[in-house]
């Protein structure tokens, strides 16, 4: 994976992840083969920031029913990315 926007699929926002952009925390859903360094590297490629650490988790699909039908919604891979030093990603500013 050398693109960093293959990496970084889409940020979340959700009512947590707004949240925690007060302590300079970001979530992003990731790609499911990529790991902390690759994610780092990303991170700090796209947006020009310092990352301090990153978090990660794997969630699995989970199972839906319509009717008599089962299937399963996709898994994903999402990462919490902790910045350093003052910048923060502008992309969230007008967010919350």
Do not use: C, W
Not at 46 to 70: L, P, T
Request: glycine fraction near 6%.
């Amino acid at each position: 994976m050398t693109n960093p926007h293959d990496i970084i699929k889409k940020p979340v926002v959700t009512e947590q992840s707004m949240m925690e952009m007060a302590n300079k925390k970001y979530t992003f859903v990731v790609a499911k083969d990529a790991n902390k360094t690759e994610i780092k590297k990303a991170v700090e490629e796209i947006f020009g920031v310092e990352v301090a650490r990153v978090n990660i988790m794997n969630y699995d699909g989970k199972v839906k029913r319509m009717g008599r039908y089962v299937g399963r919604t996709a898994a994903y891979k999402k990462a919490i990315v902790t910045l350093e030093g003052d910048k923060t990603i502008e992309f969230f500013d007008g967010m919350y």
